[in-house]
DNA sequence: GAGTGGTCTAGACCACGCA
DNA sequence: GCGTGGTCTAGACCACTCT
């Protein structure tokens, strides 16, 4: 997957760090390069810097400390769905599988749809998918997605088995999250719900419903999701 | 309640701002004064302005929208406990009271706490409290607090019934939050989680643990909630 | 005292929205 | 075309940690 050259200088910096805790280069309770140095290295100034650092923060993978430095976070136990990061990103290297339960396909929102949509999206109508997300073989949430009908060429014809939805829209639509909102219940799983999960109706599980923004004015997607947190906790940082 | 001399200005600004929003000074919908408006009106420069209302983005009170500017959100309907700002403060004007089930006190800690404790802060034992959140006279949430017993002169005496943790921290301790992380699950509520929210025993209901961090190196403090989401969801951005 | 992150200034250019 | 927020530079001073 190849980088738009156009990614700004504190997201690409973001990125390199990133991947550098992911893979182990630093590792947990671990000093980052102090601030200086970065810009040193990557020829920024301290605030570009600064603004990658933080995004680290917001996402959990470190934390700053003043007259000490940047130290790395350990790698979260749980589920990192709560950040802007989206799923795939937020497992660190654990074996996430995906299940395509329903294609993506166009139908009409529906009527009494969960978040209030301006007209002319109700109007063009909805791509509707349904995943299924597994973790070392076992399910552990499942996950609705509606998405406006707008401007997404061949995008019913797409694969998602192997490829995260928000790798998607930035490479084929250059759509990227800015941000979003979430609401989250414990409920009793239904039949349905328990089933794709392998659990027993009536058990608890964490339902979640997410509004996402884009950079694309005017156009955010939703998503419902379903969550078995009897073995993996949610986890998020704040 | 007294705001520090010392407090950096883009945290002034986004207090100002915030109560604003709050009071309904500025409206959901409506847009905040420009960026360069704020820095006339204030007398700050931009990086410090944007610093400020990048706190309120994450805090969701406001969106940005480039060639258009900072837009009011909509008052949270849920209960806005995921991300810093502490429970108080999430509430809008909500009838949010606090009923004090068990008053600090000293306590050894758990041997099997939680989150994984230095031997220091283990050594010098832990102020607990128990307390009980209700909007509207219903119980919302039961939250079981526990504080390392380190320099906090006079903790256990105080009152808790009308104000806030953090800003009793804030204005007694100089103690600031600067951030933290949760872990999230449903589970089945207890006989007694079920007295104290009103609810059935086995329905389920949200369990967070959450460490909360300060601006004092070493000092972290906890919270174990329940929460029943029957009425209200809890509410985050992200 | 040296190095770190936290705050802040005073500019600059760009992409986007709106009229 | 103008105003908006998004990005970036090149400095400065401070409070804090460590030795």
Known sequence: ????????????????????????????????????????????????????????VK????????????????????????????????????????RILVKPEIRPWDESFFFPLPEHVRESGCIYMERLRLIDGKPLFFDITYLPNINLPRFTSRSFENRSLFDTLRSNYQIEVTGGEQRLWAIEADEQIAAFLQMQPGEPVLHLERKIDTNRVGFSFFSSLYCNTSEQALFGVF
């Not at 100034?45 to 603004?51: C, G, L, M, S």
């Open 59 to 98: 996402d959990g993978f470190i934390k700053k400390q003043k007259g000490k430095g940047s130290i790395v976070h350990p790698l979260p136990k749980g589920i990192g769905i709560l950040s802007i990061a989206g799923t795939t990103s937020a497992l660190g290297n654990r074996d996430l599988k995906t």
């Open 1 to 56: 997957m190849k980088e738009h050259t156009s990614m700004p200088q504190y997201r690409r910096l973001y990125e390199i760090l990133r991947k550098h805790i992911v893979e182990g280069v630093y590792k947990e309770g671990d000093l980052l390069p102090s601030e200086n140095e970065l810009c040193a290295t990557y020829g920024l100034t301290r605030p570009t810097v600064r603004h990658a650092l933080d995004e680290l």
